[in-house]
Structure formats: structure tokens, C-alpha cells
């Protein structure tokens, strides 16, 4: 299979571009808010990291 045309590699990279462009300022809006919330929540985050991760390995454990 051969890869992709110049043509499509171009609109892919337009179109990379522009999500950036488009969602650019809600992520910094939502970064400014983060930095300056009183209370952090990395117990929760890490609570459902090792969630997610538990459950992919019972995931590829059931597989087998």
C-alpha cells in the first residue's frame, strides 16, 4: 500500500492547524483557571489512573 498523496498530507496538517487554532484559547482559559484553583485534586486523578490502569489489565488478563 503506498502512503498518503501530498494533497492529503497537506489537509491533515491544515486541519491539525486549525483545531489548535480553535481550541488554542479555551485550553489556556482552562489552564489560567487550574493554576489559580484553591484546592487540587491529584488524589482523585491518581485514584483514577490506577483505575483505568487495573482495568486494562484485567482487560488483556481476561484474553488470554
Do not use: D, T, Y
Not at 483545531?19 to 484553583?37: C, D, H, Q, T, Y
Not at 488524589?43 to 488470554?64: D, G, H, T, Y
Amino acid at each position: 500500500m503506498n502512503g498518503m498523496a501530498l494533497w492529503e498530507q497537506l489537509l491533515l496538517g491544515a486541519l491539525g492547524l486549525l483545531v489548535l487554532f480553535w481550541f488554542g484559547p479555551g485550553i489556556k482559559a482552562m489552564l489560567e483557571k487550574s493554576r489559580n484553583a484553591e484546592e487540587k485534586h491529584w488524589n482523585s486523578l491518581l485514584m483514577l489512573l490506577a483505575l483505568v490502569i487495573a482495568f486494562v489489565a484485567f482487560l488483556v488478563w481476561s484474553v488470554r
